[in-house]
């Protein structure tokens, strides 16, 4: 496995040039996303991603509309921490987008079994009923016991 002892810069400088100027892109992104998070008040710096820096404009990726607005009430003070930076010389405004994170579906709950006295009740309350609808309802729920 002689692919595994070499390194990151080796296999970059004999592949494409393509892929060397992504890799270096995507360095200058995440040297850029650090210096932008120490800019940053201490309750935004996990929730705000650097997009991209382009013509003075920040694009930033916000989890949703309280972070976005935060973001936009601090703008005044993390712009001019911003431009001490070479990469943010001319930086001027940000752009914010809200893009939520992941919910994951929740699992469906299972209902748990009744007892044998719930579901004699039941069944009991079936008999007196009047409306058929509700009868046959009843007594469903009645067969839903745990044996």
Request: hydrophobic letters at 35%.
């Given at each position: 496995?002689?692919?595994?002892?070499?390194?990151?810069?080796?296999?970059l400088?004999?592949?494409?040039?393509?892929?060397?100027?992504?890799?270096?892109?995507?360095?200058?992104?995440d040297?850029?996303?650090?210096?932008?998070?120490?800019?940053?008040?201490?309750?935004?710096?996990?929730?705000?991603?650097?997009?991209?820096?382009?013509?003075?404009?920040?694009?930033?990726?916000?989890?949703?509309?309280?972070?976005?607005?935060?973001?936009?009430?601090?703008?005044?003070?993390?712009?001019?921490?911003?431009?001490?930076?070479?990469?943010?010389?001319?930086?001027?405004?940000?752009?914010?987008?809200?893009?939520?994170?992941?919910?994951k579906?929740?699992?469906?709950?299972?209902?748990?079994?009744?007892?044998?006295?719930?579901?004699?009740?039941?069944?009991?309350?079936?008999?007196?009923?009047?409306?058929?609808?509700?009868?046959?309802?009843?007594?469903?729920?009645?067969?839903?016991?745990?044996?």
């Amino acid at each position: 496995m002689p692919d595994r002892d070499r390194k990151l810069g080796d296999i970059l400088s004999s592949s494409s040039p393509t892929l060397e100027s992504l890799f270096h892109r995507a360095l200058q992104l995440d040297k850029q996303q650090q210096i932008f998070s120490q800019c940053l008040p201490a309750q935004l710096r996990d929730k705000v991603t650097l997009s991209s820096v382009k013509d003075g404009v920040i694009r930033v990726t916000v989890p949703d509309a309280a972070t976005a607005n935060q973001l936009r009430m601090n703008q005044h003070t993390s712009l001019p921490e911003l431009r001490k930076h070479k990469d943010f010389d001319f930086a001027y405004q940000f752009k914010i987008r809200v893009e939520p994170m992941e919910v994951k579906a929740k699992a469906k709950r299972k209902a748990k079994p009744i007892s044998q006295k719930n579901a004699e009740l039941l069944r009991q309350e079936a008999q007196l009923c009047d409306d058929p609808e509700l009868k046959k309802a009843l007594e469903a729920l009645s067969t839903h016991t745990a044996d």
